[in-house]
């Protein structure tokens, strides 16, 4: 089972968080807050926050911005993830992917089902990798937000996590691009 190794510091990283609708604005986004605050309490660092409306082109502008910038480790966005026809967000993700983290959105469906039940078909959850930055795209839900980074990203982006963690290979994600 995995468990946090209290032996190892605690090496905090920079988070983006995009919150994607038609509707919220920055008073209204329970999600994103939801995020923030749980990313701030496990002592990591808010790079940036935006709210987006549901364009595919402008989510993967943002998304490669935040990629470029070095002081982004991860980016986490919420909204847009379901089936409707303004939910657009995994595509936009999926532009950007270098490689996507299949078992992300296996894992979160496992979790959602414990919690909503068949309901989570409804979710298309994703997680990815882009110029050495971490993408997550979870659903506009607080409550799903919740269980994303309560049962998944908590865990995953502390380095101190056994057997294993995003943090320990972060360095490592843009190898390739430094091969000559």
């Known amino acids: 089972m995995s468990r946090i190794d209290e032996t190892k510091e605690f090496i905090p990283i920079r988070i983006a968080v995009l919150t994607v609708s038609d509707t919220r604005d920055l008073a209204q986004d329970r999600s994103g807050d939801v995020l923030v605050e749980r990313l701030l309490a496990a002592g990591h660092h808010l790079a940036e926050r935006r709210i987006l409306r549901d364009e595919r082109d402008q989510i993967a502008d943002q998304l490669r911005v935040w990629c470029a910038d070095e002081e982004i480790d991860v980016v986490i966005s919420t909204g847009g993830t379901g089936l409707t026809g303004r939910d657009v967000t995994v595509e936009a993700h999926r532009d950007v992917y270098e490689k996507e983290i299949d078992a992300f959105g296996t894992v979160f469906t496992i979790v959602s089902m414990n919690k ?34 309560d049962e998944i990203l908590s865990k995953q982006l502390d380095f101190r996590h056994r057997p294993c963690n995003f943090v320990e290979i972060l360095p490592r994600l843009d190898e390739h691009q430094r091969r000559k």
């Open 116 to 149: 909503i039940g068949t309901s989570a078909v409804q979710s298309r959850a994703t997680g990815g990798v882009a110029n050495g930055t971490y993408l997550f795209a979870l659903p506009g839900s607080p409550g799903a937000c919740k269980d994303a980074w």
